[in-house]
């Protein structure tokens, strides 16, 4: 059984027990490099005072990211994603130029799927390849947002959906020695709250149409909380300290088996909550964006 305790390296242990998931892990491997890169903290812009209503802090937001950066990464991905190999047949040199970075990313960031749909045809993506992508495109991006953004983050959150990107969770954690239940988002590494009985999805409160189910072979500390209502599942770990939020995604990678265990009882993943409105727009690059961060912190 592959170790999924926080600190561990969940990455290598994954390398072995799955050499076919290499492609995958060598693209999650990339983004946490990514996420570390200061042009993408560079880029987010601080919230003066965090919204009470419901919207994600995402929403509402201007992003200055320079093209080098947005470029670079886009491209890293794409490349990297065709050794996968025929399940990724549009992403060849030629056609992966086809795509213009920035527009992908602020579809991938967005949650934009009219958008992400619009960027496959153009590029003959039958496969569904860059909606699979697009949520390790926007971790760099959103994990800078998560990093500067944390103290704004309201201390109660009653929503299902991440507040800072506002996507659905991923999986839910019942951590620590109070069992609290927190959901965790696998773009932003994202960390809330959340009550015991509520389906993160539709809000189901019936403890008559709430269950879990246990996939063969797991541990005990894993399980599939169901609702019946949506037919939702939500993948449910138990841990003594919180998962690092860089390790959310491979977390998610490594329970896959309790999504097919799901899937194959009629339960699904909820459909994106829809495009949230932020926009990425190009920023400064290289020496400028330093020198006006410079001069903002008052060095020069
Ligand atoms: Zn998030
Ligand atoms: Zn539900």
């Given at each position: 059984m592959i170790s999924t305790e926080p600190g561990s390296d969940l990455l290598t242990a994954l390398r072995i027990a799955h050499p076919e998931w290499r492609p995958l892990l060598a693209l999650i491997e990339a983004a946490r490099?990514?996420?570390?890169?200061?042009?993408?903290?560079?880029?987010?812009?601080?919230i003066p005072s965090p919204s009470p209503g419901p919207e994600p802090l995402l929403s509402g937001t201007v992003l200055a990211v320079a093209s080098r950066p947005i470029e670079r990464w886009v491209h890293r991905v794409l490349v990297t994603a065709a050794g996968a190999g025929p399940d990724a047949p549009f992403v060849d040199a030629a056609t992966a130029r086809r795509i213009d970075p920035r527009s992908l990313l602020?579809?991938?960031?967005?949650?934009?799927?009219?958008?992400?749909?619009?960027?496959?045809?153009?590029?003959?993506d039958t496969?569904?390849?860059?909606?699979?992508?697009?949520?390790?495109?926007?971790?760099?991006?959103?994990?800078?947002?998560?990093?500067?953004?944390?103290?704004?983050?309201?201390?109660?959150?009653?929503?299902?959906?991440?507040?800072?990107?506002?996507a659905w969770p991923t999986l839910a954690e019942i951590r620590g020695l109070d069992s609290g239940r927190h959901l965790?988002?696998?773009?932003?590494?994202?960390?809330?709250?959340?009550?015991?009985?509520?389906?993160?999805?539709?809000?189901?409160?019936?403890?008559?149409?709430?269950?879990?189910?246990?996939?063969?072979?797991?541990?005990?500390?894993?399980?599939?909380?169901?609702?019946?209502?949506?037919h939702g599942y939500i993948k449910t770990t138990m841990t003594f300290a919180p998962i690092p939020p860089e390790q959310v995604v491979l977390q998610d990678l490594a329970t896959v088996v309790l999504d097919v265990a799901a899937v194959e009882?009629?339960?699904?993943?909820?459909?994106?909550?829809?495009?949230?409105?932020?926009?990425?727009?190009?920023g400064r690059s290289g020496l400028r964006a330093f020198l006006s961060r410079a001069f903002e912190l008052g060095v020069v």
């Amino acid at each position: 059984m592959i170790s999924t305790e926080p600190g561990s390296d969940l990455l290598t242990a994954l390398r072995i027990a799955h050499p076919e998931w290499r492609p995958l892990l060598a693209l999650i491997e990339a983004a946490r490099w990514e996420i570390e890169r200061p042009e993408w903290r560079d880029s987010v812009p601080s919230i003066p005072s965090p919204s009470p209503g419901p919207e994600p802090l995402l929403s509402g937001t201007v992003l200055a990211v320079a093209s080098r950066p947005i470029e670079r990464w886009v491209h890293r991905v794409l490349v990297t994603a065709a050794g996968a190999g025929p399940d990724a047949p549009f992403v060849d040199a030629a056609t992966a130029r086809r795509i213009d970075p920035r527009s992908l990313l602020q579809a991938a960031v967005a949650q934009d799927e009219e958008h992400l749909d619009g960027l496959s045809r153009t590029v003959g993506d039958t496969h569904g390849v860059l909606a699979a992508l697009a949520p390790l495109l926007a971790m760099p991006l959103l994990h800078a947002c998560r990093r500067a953004w944390t103290a704004s983050v309201p201390v109660s959150w009653p929503h299902g959906y991440c507040p800072t990107c506002g996507a659905w969770p991923t999986l839910a954690e019942i951590r620590g020695l109070d069992s609290g239940r927190h959901l965790r988002c696998r773009r932003c590494g994202g960390d809330w709250v959340t009550e015991w009985l509520l389906c993160p999805f539709c809000g189901e409160r019936d403890h008559a149409q709430l269950g879990s189910l246990v996939s063969a072979g797991r541990l005990e500390r894993d399980k599939i909380e169901v609702c019946d209502r949506c037919h939702g599942y939500i993948k449910t770990t138990m841990t003594f300290a919180p998962i690092p939020p860089e390790q959310v995604v491979l977390q998610d990678l490594a329970t896959v088996v309790l999504d097919v265990a799901a899937v194959e009882r009629g339960y699904r993943l909820p459909q994106s909550r829809g495009p949230v409105a932020t926009r990425i727009v190009a920023g400064r690059s290289g020496l400028r964006a330093f020198l006006s961060r410079a001069f903002e912190l008052g060095v020069v």
